[in-house]
């Protein structure tokens, strides 16, 4: 069974640093390219950043030179992290094999004041 479990999010202010971390299982995941989701209140969710099975990544507009994402194979683990945070960022943020849609984790919520 495919599963996500999504931590590390929480409140901070502008300009602070979080780093997110997800556990996932049920799959082939060191052959299986991975991504950080995001939504934020009245909007749809948007991908911010994917790590390829090789280590290859790429990276929303909005968040390139602030956030790095980066996984383990041996933990089956994908992190995520935020530096430079605005509140724009605010959202409550998902991991998901690559272009699925399915077995969405319950997310960590991430809440950046101005």
């Known amino acids: 069974q495919v599963q996500f479990v999504e931590s590390g999010g929480g409140l901070v202010r502008t300009g602070g640093s979080l780093r997110l971390s997800c556990a996932a299982s049920?799959?082939?995941?060191?052959?299986?390219?991975m991504g950080w989701y995001r939504q934020a209140p009245g909007y749809t969710r948007e991908l911010v950043a994917r790590i390829g099975s090789s280590g290859s990544t790429t990276y929303a507009e909005s968040v390139k030179g602030r956030f790095t994402i980066s996984r383990d194979n041996a933990k089956r683990m994908v992190y995520l992290q935020m530096d430079n945070l605005t509140p724009g960022d605010t959202a409550v943020y998902y991991c998901?094999?690559?272009?699925?849609?399915?077995?969405w984790g319950q997310g960590t919520r991430v809440t950046v004041s101005s």
């Open positions: 049920g799959f082939m995941f060191s052959i299986t390219g």
């Open positions: 998901q094999r690559y272009g699925s849609d399915s077995n």
